[in-house]
């Protein structure tokens, strides 16, 4: 699926607020790599978190958007940890072939 008049992080960002799944599998590479810190999940192991997300009703707080292009998106936002501490969570997505072929997060604690 190309992006056409959207851009893919607008078309991302709605596929998450609106929690459609299949749209978001769609905006997925099959070779989809996923890294967090030293955790590393392939594309069927993300998709069963992020509908875990789902289910806890997850929304985004602050989110903007850092960068874009054809290669690269990234977006930052906050969340507020199991410790009531106040997150600064960036999100970098590199694209192949106009899907995310590798993703990463970092959660960095605001100061």
């Known amino acids: 699926m190309k992006v056409s008049k959207m851009s893919f992080y607008d078309t991302a960002m709605s596929a998450l607020d609106a929690k459609d799944f299949d749209s978001i599998s769609e905006l997925m590479h099959e070779d989809f790599i996923w890294m967090d810190g030293y955790d590393v999940k392939t594309l069927d192991e993300w998709l069963v978190g992020l509908k875990s997300e789902f289910e806890r009703d997850f ?53």
């Open 59 to 111: 929304k985004f707080k602050n989110r903007k958007c850092l960068f874009e292009n054809e290669d690269i998106c990234a977006y930052q936002h906050f969340v507020t940890n199991e410790k009531g501490k106040r997150l600064r969570v960036t999100n970098v997505m590199l694209m192949k072939e106009y899907k995310v072929y590798r993703a990463t997060v970092i959660r960095v604690p605001e100061i």
